[in-house]
Nanobody, 118 residues
Framework: QVQLVESGGGLVQAGDSLRLSCAASGRTFGTYRMAWYRQAPGKEREFVAVFTWGGERTYYSDSVKGRFTISRDNPKNTVHLQMNKLKPEDTAIYYC???????????WGQGTQVTVSS
């Protein structure tokens, strides 16, 4: 099995920064991609950022482009999300997701809460 553990969430003020981390552990998972999603209260889970298969490219949602940066530490099987210039509308539970060629279904972490006060 593969487990994902997110960390780094918290309560900050608008304009502040946070860095989320997602560490993957367990069995080997070959070629994979990792992404961040978020879910605000009363809303559906939405895409935030992703490393494509092989980690060659990154994509971001329009709402975070230019403010958030996804990065990865391959030896540690960890992906980070640097979030700058945070806004109240960024308040959500942030989840990381792993898709692998060796897994039948994606793996989700338990989520980490990010709250941005105005």
């Amino acid at each position: 099995q593969v487990q994902l553990v997110e960390s780094g969430g918290g309560l900050v003020q608008a304009g502040d920064s946070l860095r989320l981390s997602c560490a993957a552990s367990g069995r080997t998972f070959g070629t994979y991609r990792m992404a961040w999603y978020r879910q605000a209260p009363g809303k559906e889970r939405e895409f935030v950022a992703v490393f494509t298969w092989g980690g060659e490219r990154t994509y971001y949602s329009d709402s975070v482009k230019g403010r958030f940066t996804i990065s990865r530490d391959n030896p540690k099987n960890t992906v980070h999300l640097q979030m700058n210039k945070l806004k109240p509308e960024d308040t959500a539970i942030y989840y990381c997701k792993l898709d692998s060629t060796q897994l039948d279904s994606p793996v989700w972490g338990q989520g980490t809460q990010v709250t941005v006060s105005s």
